[in-house]
């Protein structure tokens, strides 16, 4: 059973850092795109980062960009979501995704283009 379990969430100050990790389970996913969405209440689900199997590529949406950095460790087959100067706007539930695709040179990013997804993780970002 495919498995995707996020961790690092919690309450952070605005200004502050989280790093996000989520591990992979049951299968490997280091070869395959993995990517971050978040989904604060009341809204829809949105693109956070994605990168390709190798890191080679990186996608970020643009309220995130210049704050984050995904980055992913194969061999731990695990993938994480650096987050920093956090702002009250980020507040969400943040979650991990992967789709099948093995040796790609992009990276999905939207919901639709991933199989996989983790529970989430809240982040909170307090004013």
């Known amino acids: 059973q495919v498995q995707l379990v996020e961790s690092g969430g919690g309450l952070v100050q605005a200004g502050g850092s989280l790093r996000l990790s989520c591990a992979a389970s049951g299968r490997t996913f280091s070869s395959d795109p993995m990517g971050w969405f978040r989904q604060a209440p009341g809204k829809e689900r949105e693109f956070v980062s994605a990168?390709?199997?190798?890191?080679?590529?990186?996608y970020y949406a643009q309220s995130v960009k210049g704050r984050f950095t995904i980055s992913r460790d194969n061999a731990k087959n695990t993938v994480y979501l650096q987050m920093n100067s956090l702002k009250p706007e980020d507040t969400a539930v943040y979650y991990c995704?992967?789709?099948?695709?093995?040796?790609?040179?992009?990276?999905?990013?939207?919901?639709?283009?991933?199989?996989?997804w983790g529970q989430g993780t809240q982040v909170t970002v307090s004013s």
């Open positions: 995704a992967a789709v099948r695709r093995e040796y790609s040179i992009v990276a999905p990013t939207t919901w639709s283009g991933y199989d996989y």
């Open positions: 990168i390709t199997w190798s890191g080679g590529h990186t």
